[in-house]
C-alpha cells in the first residue's frame, strides 16, 4: 500500500499499479532502461499489473524475472478491456499510467491517471 497526499487533490491511499507496455513502459517492445528496476522498487508498496495488447510480442520476455503480473489482451475495444481490469479492482485503489488512444477509459477510471510521453506522443 501507498499513501500520498498531492496538494489540490487530496489524500491517496493505493494498492494497484496499472501500467500500458508499448510507448509507456517500452519502446518498439523493448523495455526502456531502468524501467524494470523500479518496477520491482514499486513492487514493495504496490502490486504491479502489464495490461497491454503486445504490439511487438514481447512483454513477456521483456518483463521475465520482474515483479509483476503480465496481462496481454486481444481483440476490439481495448480501452474498454482495460477501463474494466481497473474496475476489477477497486479503481479507488489504482494508479494508472498509460500514453495511448486505448488507455484513456482506465486512466480516467482509476483513482490517479498518468500519462506519459515517449517518443509516438500520446493522444489521451
Known sequence: MLKIDIPGFGDLTLEDLVCDFTGTLS??????????????????????????ADTFGRVHEQ????????????????????????????????????NGANDRRMLKVARLGIAVIEGEGCPV
Open 27 to 52: 519502446v518498439d517492445g523493448h523495455l526502456l532502461p531502468g524501467v524494470g528496476e523500479f518496477l520491482d522498487e514499486l513492487a514493495a508498496s504496490l502490486t504491479i499489473h502489464v495490461v497491454t
Open 63 to 98: 518483463l521475465a524475472g520482474r515483479s509483476c503480473t503480465v496481462t496481454v489482451l486481444s481483440g476490439e475495444d481495448l480501452d474498454a478491456q482495460k477501463e474494466q481490469y481497473v474496475l476489477a479492482l477497486n479503481a479507488d485503489g489504482v494508479v494508472a499510467i498509460g
